[in-house]
C-alpha cells in the first residue's frame, strides 16, 4: 500500500488548493479514505472523509462548507478542494486509509498567508 500526496504549496487568505493522493497496491472504490491534517503545536485532526462504495462524506465543522472530498476511481487518486483558505488552515495535510492504524501518506504542506 502507497499513499503519495501532492498540491499542498503558499496560498493567500481565501484562495483555494486542490491537493491530491495518489493511492497503490489496494482497491481505492472499497476503502474509506480521509484526509487528515496536523498544524505545528496541535493534535492531529481529521478534516474530511470518504465511505467507499457509495462515497458518503463527511467533514469536521472547522472545515465545513469549504473543503470537499472527492476521488476518481480510475486514477487511483483521492482529492481535497480546499476553498476560501483561512491562516488557521496551515498545517501538513495527510491522506489515510484504514484508521489511525492503518496507512499514511508523507504529507503536503498548505501554508495560508498574506
Known amino acids: 500500500v502507497q499513499l503519495v500526496e501532492s498540491g499542498g504549496g503558499l496560498v493567500q487568505p481565501g484562495g483555494s488548493l486542490k491537493p491530491s493522493c495518489a493511492a497503490s497496491?489496494?482497491?481505492?472504490?472499497?476503502?474509506?479514505m480521509n484526509w487528515n491534517r496536523q498544524a505545528p503545536g496541535k493534535a492531529r485532526e481529521l478534516v474530511a472523509s470518504m465511505a467507499p462504495l457509495g462515497g458518503t462524506t463527511d467533514s469536521a465543522d472547522s472545515v465545513k462548507g469549504r473543503f470537499t472530498i472527492s476521488r476518481v476511481n480510475a486514477k487511483k487518486t483521492v482529492y481535497l478542494q480546499m476553498n476560501n483558505l483561512k491562516p488557521d488552515d496551515t498545517a501538513v495535510y495527510y491522506c489515510?486509509?484504514?484508521?489511525?492504524?492503518?496507512?499514511w501518506g508523507q504529507g503536503t504542506q498548505v501554508t495560508v498567508s498574506s
Open positions: 497496491g489496494f482497491v481505492l472504490s472499497r476503502s474509506n
Open positions: 489515510n486509509t484504514g484508521g489511525n492504524r492503518g496507512y
